[in-house]
Structure formats: C-alpha cells, structure tokens
C-alpha cells in the first residue's frame, strides 16, 4: 500500500513537471547496448539486464528475433519475433502478404477470408522464404581497414574491401554451419562480422482476412489514426535434430533459445517501449546536396512511372476477382512505396531538412578549414559531395527511365529470360545444353504465369512507353522503338496492341510451341524481345556515369561522416540502418501533427466501426467483427474505462524505425511484447533522412487485438494455447502523465 501511494504521488509529481520526454533517436547495434544505452533505457522502465537482452553465450531477447528474407542475409525485407516454444513466429500481414497470395485462388481466398491453421498438419510450406537468427557479431574492422593503402582510387578500394570480407565472412561459416555476412557501417568506415542461422521451412499458420490485416488499404497507409490488424503467424520448422533443413513434411517445429512473452496488461502514455528487428536503410547523414538530389530527380521519376503502372492494373484488378489475386503483392507492394515517395517530398519539403542539413554544413566547414590538418583531410568533402550529386541529378533520370518505365512491363522483363537461349541457338551449342535451358525455362514459366493478366500488362505497357517516350532525349531512345512510335503516329495503345498480337510472351501456349521448335528467327523479330534487348542495352550505356556519381558520392560521404564523428568526439553517432540488428528504445507517446492537431496514442475498435464504409471495400467491416464489437465480447484483451468495455487495436510509440522493421516486437520494460510495429506516420516521412523528435512516431498494433482476432473471431484456441501470456501488473509505475493528452483521452472515449 505504502508502495503503491508513493508511487502515485511519483508520478503527479513527474506528470506536472515533465509532460514530455523527447524520444530517442538511434537504432542502435545490440552489441553495444550494455554500453552506450543500458543506463539510459533502466531510467526509462527496462527491468532487464544487459546480459538478459543480448548475450552469446546464454539465451537472452536477441534470440527470439527473426530476419525474414527469401534465404540471404544480405537484407531483410521484413522482421518477425518467435512467440512459442514450438517456434511459432508473429511478423505484420504486410510481411506474409505475398505468401498469403501465393496460396490463394478465387475458390480459397485467403486474402480475402483469412487463413487458420487449426493443427500443424494444416499449415502451408512456403518457397522461397527463410526466418534468420543472429548468432553473434563482431568488429573486424581492424581486420580490414589497416590492410588498405593511402593510395588506392575509391573504386580499387571497394574492390580491396570486398576481397577482405568475403575472406572473413568465410571463415566464420564453419564449414557451412552458419550464414555469414560483413557489414559495412558508417559509409565505410566501420565493418562488422555477422554470423547466422538460416532456417528455410517456413510454413504459414494464420493471417486475418484483409479487411482486417490490411484494414484502411492504401488510403489510411502511412498514416495514424491507424485501425490496421496488421499481423500474420508463421512457424519455423527443423530437421529432426533442430538444425537448419529445406522444407521436408517430417521436418519438426524448433525449439528456440528464447520466445517472448505476451502481455495482455496494455500500456499506458510514458511507458518505456523497444523495438527489435532489422530495419533495411537510412540516410541520417545526407547531405543538402542529397536532398536536392531527391527532391529534383529521384522523387519525383519514381513517382511518375509508379503511378502509371498502378493505375493501369487499378483498372483490371477491380474488375476481376481473379486479377485482383494475381495482382494484389505487386500492387501493394508499389502503392507502398508510391506514398511513401509522395510523403517523403511533403516531409522533406515542409520540414525544411535541406536548410537544416545547410546549418551543420556551415558547421562542418568551419570546423574543417579552421586547422591545417582537417582542412586536408575534409576541406574539400562538401565540394565534392556537390559535384557527385549534380552529376547524378544529371544522370539518374534517364537511367532509371529505361530501366524502370522502359523495362518494367512485365512481358518486357519475361522476354528477357530467354536472351541466353538465343545466344545459345545462336551459336550452335550443343542439342543437351539447348534442353536443358529448355526445361529451365518450362519450369519457370508457370510461376511468372500465375500471376500474370495480359490485358493488365498491356495497358501498363502502353502506360510506361509513354512515359519513357516523354521522358528520354530521342537519342537515348533505341532505333527500333522510335520506329514503331513513329508508325502508330505516336499512339502508344496501338502500340502496345500491336507488341502484343505480335510477340509470343503474351501467352503460355504461344511460347510453349516455340520452345517445342524452337527458331532463332522467331525470337529476333519478336517485338517484344526486341525492346527489351534494346532497352537494356540503353542501360548499359547510361550506367557507366551513374556509378562514377555514385563512387564519387559514397568516397565523400564516408570522409564526411568521420569529419562529423572528428568534430564532435563525445558524442556518439549511431550508425544508418543496413539490414543488421538494430534495437531501439523509447516510450508510447501522443504527438501534435500540426497546428490545433491533437493525436491520442491509442486507438480503439470503435474506430473501426466508425471509418466502415460498406461501398469501398478498403474500409469494409466483417458481420462477425461488429457482432464482437456490438456484445463487447472482447475476453480478457478489453479493458473497463470509466466504466466502459473498450478494445484497443493500435498505438504509438517513439521509436526510431524504417521499412524491415516491419513485424518487428514492441517490448515493454520486462521484456514481454505488447505489440508489433508495422508502419510511420505521415507527418514525418523524411524520417528516414532526418529523424524529427517532436513529430516521429512508430506505429504498432496492439498484442490484445492480435489475441483478440485469433481468439474470438478465428477461434483459433490452438494458437493461443501456444503462447506464454502474462496478465498481471508487474509495476504500476507511471512514467509521464501528459495531463493535457488526458483531458482529451477521456473526452474521445465515448
Ligand atoms: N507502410 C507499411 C510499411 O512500409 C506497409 C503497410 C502495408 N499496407 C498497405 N496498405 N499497403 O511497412
């Protein structure tokens, strides 16, 4: 009791003179936690220890998270967390969504309906998908950089450094026992050893249906108030001894080091929150230079031909339920960052980061020419990364315009698959090796079939031509296209019409005769065939300049992050994100969008209720869903406010994340996970380029509406029963009491 009163009047105490906390920025490398973060995150709730977070000789948190990928460990497209001691894992929807879809057909809709696994029997192999585990890391830095002389040129030195890792990566996958990897940090400066365990039997177990999963689609992405059960469940399979195997139906589920414990206990505003995972890239250190860059070529081109395609396969997907499967991961996937391009020009833009890059260029180059030797070694890093990103501005618009308007037509890019087979008819190779290219390019072609709609192609096609033709000076366009724009009098749908009804790709049939006769002749006047070969060929000659920029850019940006760290010895810099583990701690917090623009941390079920629209079938709300929410049959996920039954389904907090963070744990102070982040918010989607304190928020969906869902609308008792749940209050203590957030937290419960 005593305790309990102390701890409230703490709090009042804090609550009226701390209303807010700054968030912490970093994604920070698990090996140095102990070191630089430790103290800082037990000040903020962490009840753990450092060796309880990562340790390589005992089992600690690290172990219970997962890098998904499609069997590499040079990036990670999203994060997962295990959740059982049978090696079930939790990721977003967003992650599985692509596995989802390869299951589904318009008979058995997952995407539509969900899927639930209600044994293992019943779960569903997946190719092509492999969950990690890091085993340990360490600095081989010193392995490395003392081995390169002054005097190589940036590119000798790339290829002296790519020389030394593969060295030391092989060393330490013990004949094959683990997947390795050398990382290189702070643009160069820094390299670390990575060390794995690739597991590739992945099977999926549950996915809601994407009224829910994906609830908001596109139009609510990116964007908080979020109402989104973004979840998915897999689980990891072994060979009989727990080692890592490719799929086989005797293959056992693992038994992990660690899994992490689920609380159903919530949250509240100020309590601390860390977040695991492997987050792909950042550019925290760019320069103006770069940002000029982005925001006069590399943005808006991406936007441009993105948006072509998209709306071209808008059209077919929303008239046919079956295009609508076929299409729906290549759609998502391009929406997402479609938008995200579009907000990064809003954020970069309205945030003003290019004048704030500005100031500490200043800073940077006073510092630099006020002593002979720094003057040396950086005085000229900020011309050159001037030079670098003007020539690239230069440059990068044609290229990627042939390469991603030009090339991306998928009948463009399939015909490519069978340059080699020309070569090879071509040059008479022998009748065993043209089978066996054959047989190769049989095999593969039902995957690109299953998810491929003519028409769709078609009007994408004619879509992305224009856009090429637009944009391209003619003399970097090929010969044989100007030709045909030239003879369908700039018509770019009689173009495509006429690729189409001339070209084999389109069609299954069609090319499976070919291959049954195949003729050299047919493949050198396929139109299709033809453009393709051109295109590329334009690439080439373009690619050249481009990665002269680049080297020219990634030399002076690796001197400029050293000058930054020379500058200011004491404070630490955090290395950009690079598909490594990364930790990053903050706590759950509201935020101000803009001016009068109040947001809540949390949102509830009600929300859902509230945004249904019965005619968009992004905002489409399932009978079972609203008898749920109507009888207030939430079980022991609800909670009783001011006398009333309210679920939450997402939430906020401050972590510093990006895009492979996705299906990444939120983990409270006693190291159970309280939810998965699964998306930023649209006020500060420059963040990946300048993290904004005031404005940044990660968005995650709470563990109890993950529970509720599997519980009360899948029925899925056998999954539940899985998991460790922890539901009584470990600590009371509030951290920060934001009294104005709370007048209108309770103002917006009805
Ligand atoms: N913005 C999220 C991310 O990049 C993906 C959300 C997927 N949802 C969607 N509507 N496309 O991690």
Redesign the pocket.
């Known amino acids: 009791m005593k305790n309990l009163l102390l701890t409230l009047f703490a709090a009042l105490l804090i609550g009226s003179t701390m209303a807010y906390e700054p968030p912490d920025e970093g994604m920070w490398l698990p090996m140095f936690v102990e070191r630089l973060n430790y103290v800082d995150m037990q000040e903020m709730g962490l009840q753990l220890t450092a060796e309880e977070i990562y340790s390589i000789n005992n089992s600690s948190l690290k172990d219970a998270i997962v890098g998904l990928s499609g069997g590499g460990v040079g990036g990670f497209f999203?994060t997962g967390e295990i959740v059982s001691e049978k090696g079930l894992l939790f990721t977003?929807?967003?992650?599985g969504?692509n596995k989802i879809q390869s299951h589904s057909t318009v008979e058995h809709d997952y995407l539509k309906d969900g899927f639930w696994a209600m044994s293992l029997e019943e779960e569903l192999p997946n190719k092509g998908m492999a969950a990690s585990f890091l085993v340990r890391m360490e600095d081989v830095t010193d392995s490395i950089i003392p081995f390169l002389s002054d005097t190589l040129t940036e590119s000798e030195r790339t290829a002296a450094v790519r020389k030394i890792r593969t060295r030391l990566a092989e060393k330490a996958e013990e004949d094959g026992k683990y997947t390795t990897r050398v990382s290189s940090f702070y643009g160069g400066s820094e390299y670390y050893l990575f060390v794995y365990t690739v597991y590739k039997d992945v099977r999926l177990v549950g996915a809601p249906p994407s009224s829910i999963g994906?609830y908001?689609?596109?139009?609510?992405?990116?964007m908080w108030p979020r109402h989104?059960g973004?979840f998915s469940i897999f689980r990891i399979y072994t060979g009989p001894e727990g080692e890592s195997a490719k799929y086989a139906e005797e293959n056992i589920p693992l038994k992990p080091a660690h899994h992490l414990p689920v609380s159903i206990d919530g949250y509240k505003e100020g309590d601390f929150a860390m977040v695991w995972g492997y987050p792909g890239g950042t550019e925290r250190y760019m320069t103006s230079f770069g940002i000029e860059y982005k925001l006069d070529a590399f943005l808006p081109t991406l936007i441009e031909i993105f948006d072509a395609q998209l709306q071209a396969w808008k059209v077919h997907m929303d008239a046919d339920q079956a295009v609508r499967i076929q299409y729906a991961s290549k759609y998502?996937?391009l929406?997402?960052?479609w938008?995200?391009f579009l907000g990064q020009t809003r954020g970069l833009k309205r945030l003003k980061v290019y004048e704030k890059k500005q100031k500490i260029e200043i800073a940077f180059q006073a510092w630099a020419d006020a002593q002979p030797e720094t003057s040396e070694k950086y005085g000229e890093v900020l011309k050159n990364l001037e030079e670098g990103y003007a020539n690239l501005t230069n440059d990068f618009p044609v290229l990627v315009y042939t390469a991603l308007a030009a090339n991306s037509p998928e009948i463009l890019g399939y015909a490519a698959q069978y340059g080699q087979l020309l070569e090879l008819l071509d040059s008479k190779a022998d009748d065993a090796i043209i089978e066996e290219t054959i047989t190769q390019l049989r095999d593969g072609m039902g995957g690109h079939f299953k998810n491929y709609y003519a028409p769709a192609d078609e009007d994408a096609f004619a879509a992305l031509m224009e856009v090429y033709h637009n944009n391209v000076p003619l003399e970097s366009q090929p010969e044989y296209f100007l030709e045909l724009v030239d003879d369908m009098n700039g018509n770019f749908i009689f173009l495509a019409d006429y690729v189409f009804n001339n070209s084999i790709f389109e069609s299954q049939d069609q090319i499976n005769a070919f291959l049954d006769k195949p003729k050299k002749k047919t493949l050198e006047k396929d139109p299709a065939f033809m453009l393709s070969t051109d295109f590329t060929n334009m690439m080439g000659q373009v690619m050249g300049q481009y990665r002269q920029a680049n080297t020219q850019i990634g030399e002076f940006n690796r001197l400029f992050i050293a000058g930054l760290r020379e500058m200011k010895p004491d404070k630490v810099f955090y290395p950009d994100a690079n598909s490594t583990m990364r930790m990053s701690y903050g706590s759950v917090q509201d935020y101000i969008a803009a001016d009068a623009v109040f947001y809540d941390y949390f949102t509830t079920l009600a929300g859902v209720m509230e945004k249904e629209d019965a005619t968009n079938d992004?905002f489409f709300v399932e009978e079972k869903l609203k008898t749920l929410y109507a009888n207030k049959d939430f079980g022991p996920y609800g909670e009783m406010v001011n006398g009333k039954e309210r679920l939450n389904v997402c939430f906020l907090t401050t972590n510093d994340i990006t895009?492979g963070?996705?299906g990444s744990p939120v983990i409270n102070g006693n190291g159970e996970l309280i939810g998965i982040a699964?998306?930023?918010n649209w006020e500060a989607m420059s963040g990946d380029i300048a993290f904004e304190p005031e404005l940044q928020r990660t968005i995650n969906v709470d563990i109890r509406y993950v529970l509720f869902i599997i519980d009360k609308l899948a029925g899925a008792q056998n999954i539940i029963d899985e998991l460790t749940i922890v539901d009584t209050p470990k600590h009371t203590k509030v951290k920060t009491v934001n009294v104005k957030a709370k007048a209108v937290t309770e103002k917006s419960i009805e």
């Not at 977003?92 to 992650?95: E, L, Q």
């Not at 908001?216 to 990116?222: A, I, K, Q």
Request: proline share 0%; hydrophobic share 20%.
């Open positions: 999203c977003n929807h967003h992650c969504y994906k908001g689609g596109d139009t609510d992405n990116w989104t973004d998502a996937g929406a997402n960052a938008k995200l992004e895009g963070n996705s699964f998306d930023g």
